[in-house]
């Protein structure tokens, strides 16, 4: 995996931006972790091996924002 979860009409796709996945601190290549803990979607946290969680990807983040102007609850 080598870049960013990417949400389209034909699934999930990786895009090759790497700016998530550098770490702010030391510029190190970071892992992506997947979590869907809180219940409300999908995060990818960005793990540098040595400083932590350094980013979090909602991947949905764009369609959740579709579904509520939909509503009406923007
Ligand atoms: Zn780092």
Redesign the pocket.
Same mark, same amino acid.
């Given at each position: 995996m080598t870049g960013r979860l990417r949400i389209g009409p034909d699934g999930a796709s990786w895009d090759p931006d790497e700016g998530y996945r550098t /770490?702010?601190?030391? #510029? #190190?290549d /970071?892992e992506p972790e997947p979590t869907g803990a809180d219940g409300l979607g999908v995060r990818i946290l960005w793990v /540098?091996?040595?400083? #932590?969680v350094?980013s979090v990807v909602d991947p949905f983040e764009k369609l959740r924002e579709a579904d509520r102007r939909e509503r009406g609850e923007a």
């Open positions: /770490c702010s601190v030391c #510029g #190190g /970071c /540098c091996p040595d400083h #932590g350094h």
